[in-house]
């Protein structure tokens, strides 16, 4: 049984110009000894219409034509002597009729002193002198019985053809296996590298050879391995991170408690306001991990409802605004004079909005804090502004990434995640919307967001 697809396209492509070259062949076959077989009837009538006019211009009619010139052939006797053989004569192929269309030259169908109709006169070729017709030539249909040079010819021809055939034959397999080693080439590569990566060897990369759906193929390979194996980097790098941030309060809520069960520490209320505070942050952790896992299901749950965003807005900032004049930072709302109203989740788009300011206070000390929405290109665009350190340019294309963060140090008293962002971009996403961010250090970052009416 056939496996390789090399091997059937090598014998696919041989067996397409076997098919070929073999039509080619019989078509040349037929049309070469056709033809030659008109040359020699052509032949052959000139040499009988040059005897019958010589005869006829000797004679000045045509008795005894058919003795002299065209006797007919005789059953052959069995010679005593085979050197007293004499050579038969060679069967006439054209009759010849004179001016009144009787035959007088038999052959074929056409029998001695026949009366033939004018119709078949007609056909026949005039045999003309000094300008009187004084005889017809007529076609019998006959096949020409060739001379031995003739048919030597002829076999040579035959030979010629079948070497060429072969010769085809052999190009072709050369070929073939030549066009299907390049064409399956891509194929092996892909089969190797798929096999590589599910033995765990995620980073493959094929070279590309050519523009065609083979390429196509190939490119599309490269980025599923690329976004791959940074799927599962990323992937290990969280799992890193909530380990991180699961241990560390656990390791606190452990020391503390097992410290007072073995009466080292006494139950205090600033000591159960620490362990307090650590449960907070794992169930904040635990809430920001599912809701991540809803949306990367697909099954993060929309109420939407007609908010109007200026509203929503003003909600946002009043819910950071003590902890924005306690940091000395400048927080407005400023939104266009048209009331615009969109359909979404208004809890889910104030915590989007949320996690923005609150990333924004986090890094500005003693600066402004803007929230602007308004109109562009038939879409609406909220825009989170702030004056504060900035985000350095190695890092924007990161800060979505779950547990990614500029800063290495992770502020785990006041309850982050480090997930803040990703939710936010999830959130959006789920809105059929769009964010952006911008930022240069030193000067502030610009948060946008694009959503759709």
């Known amino acids: ?135 017809v030539i007529l076609k019998t249909g006959q096949t020409p019985e060739l001379s031995a040079t003739e048919q030597r010819y002829l076999e040579r021809t035959n030979q010629a053809l079948l070497l060429a055939t072969g010769a085809a034959a052999i190009i072709a397999l050369l070929l073939g296996g030549f066009l299907a080693r390049s064409l399956t080439r891509p194929i092996r590569a892909l089969t190797d590298a798929t096999r590589a990566v599910a033995s765990g060897d995620l980073a493959q990369e094929i070279h590309v050879r050519s523009q065609d759906e083979l390429g196509e193929l190939t490119i599309s390979f490269n980025q599923m391995s690329a976004d791959l194996a940074r799927a599962t980097q990323s992937r290990r790098q969280m799992t890193a991170d909530i380990a991180h941030d699961l241990g560390t309060p656990l390791t606190v809520l452990g020391g503390y408690l097992e410290a007072m069960q073995e009466g080292v520490l006494k139950a205090t209320p600033e000591r159960i306001g620490v362990m307090h505070t650590e449960i907070m942050h794992l169930q904040h952790l635990v809430r920001d991990l599912r809701t991540l896992s809803l949306a990367d299901a697909g099954q993060m749950s929309l109420n939407r409802n007609r908010v109007e965003i200026g509203a929503l807005l003003r909600r946002v900032a009043s819910s950071y605004q003590l ?94 995640s480090g997930l803040g962002l990703a939710i936010t971009r999830s959130i959006i996403e789920a809105h059929g919307g769009e964010i952006s961010v911008q930022s240069e250090v030193g000067r502030g970052t610009r948060f946008e967001i694009q959503l759709k009416f």
Do not use: C
Not at 355 to 368: D, F, I, Q
């Open 1 to 135: 049984m056939m496996k390789s697809i090399s091997l059937k396209l090598t014998l696919a492509f041989l067996l397409v110009s076997l098919i070929v070259a073999g039509l080619a062949a019989l078509f040349t076959w037929q049309a070469t000894t056709r033809e030659f077989e008109t040359v020699v009837v052509e032949r052959i009538q000139d040499d009988f219409t040059t005897k019958a006019t010589t005869y006829y211009q000797e004679h000045g009619s045509w008795k005894g034509i058919t003795q002299n010139l065209f006797p007919r052939p005789t059953q052959p006797q069995q010679p005593n002597n085979a050197q007293n053989q004499q050579p038969q004569p060679a069967p006439v192929i054209f009759a010849l009729a004179d001016q009144r269309g009787i035959i007088i030259v038999p052959a074929g169908e056409y029998r001695p002193k026949e009366k033939i109709s004018d119709a078949i006169l007609a056909e026949g070729t005039p045999l003309e002198i000094d300008g009187v017709v004084v005889g």
């Open 323 to 416: 902890t924005a004049e306690k940091n000395g930072v400048e927080l407005s709302v400023k939104t266009e004079s048209a009331p615009l109203s969109l359909q979404i989740d208004e809890e889910r788009m104030a915590q989007a909005l949320g996690n923005l300011v609150s990333n924004a206070l986090r890094y500005t000390a003693e600066g402004k804090i803007s929230l602007r929405s308004f109109m562009r290109n038939g879409r609406a665009i909220i825009v989170v502004e702030d004056t504060g350190a900035g985000i350095a340019t190695k890092d924007l294309s990161r800060i979505f990434e779950r547990f990614y963060r500029a800063d290495e140090a992770r502020n785990l008293a006041a309850g982050e």
